[in-house]
């Protein structure tokens, strides 16, 4: 049995209990550095229009979908542009520790030989 890659993940920003993204994850390192460059999150972006682009861009490579209503009507996720300032930081930086993190668990620990089927060799004598 191997393990299985997914291409998406369901974000959960904690800010906005509730919520749910299913994001793509990136399958690249130039796509992840991509993002970067957009200064969606550092404020490296200092035209609020160019900001907004890169948001529509990032919703409309990463975000396949959510759960996100207004009025009671679902917002379609290519109007990004809709949902609250707050709530698109979020998820982006939800996406981005994704990303940035490993995901859990990762593997057994370590028991420090503990447990090891070996006998222990004994410590050479310091002269």
């Known amino acids: 049995m191997g393990y299985e890659i997914t291409e998406t ?12 993204v299913v994001a793509k994850v990136a ?4 796509e992840f550095q991509a993002i ?9 972006t200092e035209n609020a229009e160019k900001m907004d682009e890169a948001l529509r861009e990032f919703a409309a490579k990463f975000i396949e979908s959510w759960n996100i209503e207004a009025k009671g009507e679902p917002v379609p996720v290519t109007d990004i542009h809709r949902i ?3 709530m698109k930081v979020a998820i982006v930086a939800e996406w981005m520790r994704l990303i ?9 620990e370590s028991s420090n030989g503990l447990d090891s089927p ?9 002269e």
Do not use: K, M
């Open 36 to 44: 970067e460059r957009l200064g969606i999150l550092g404020g490296g």
């Open 9 to 20: 993940e369901t974000l959960r920003p904690e800010a906005f209990p509730g919520v749910e």
């Open 84 to 86: 609250p300032l707050p």
């Open 118 to 126: 070996e006998p222990s060799t004994p410590e050479p004598d310091s």
């Open 100 to 108: 940035r993190t490993p995901a859990a668990p990762l593997g057994q």
């Open 27 to 30: 399958t690249t390192f130039e």
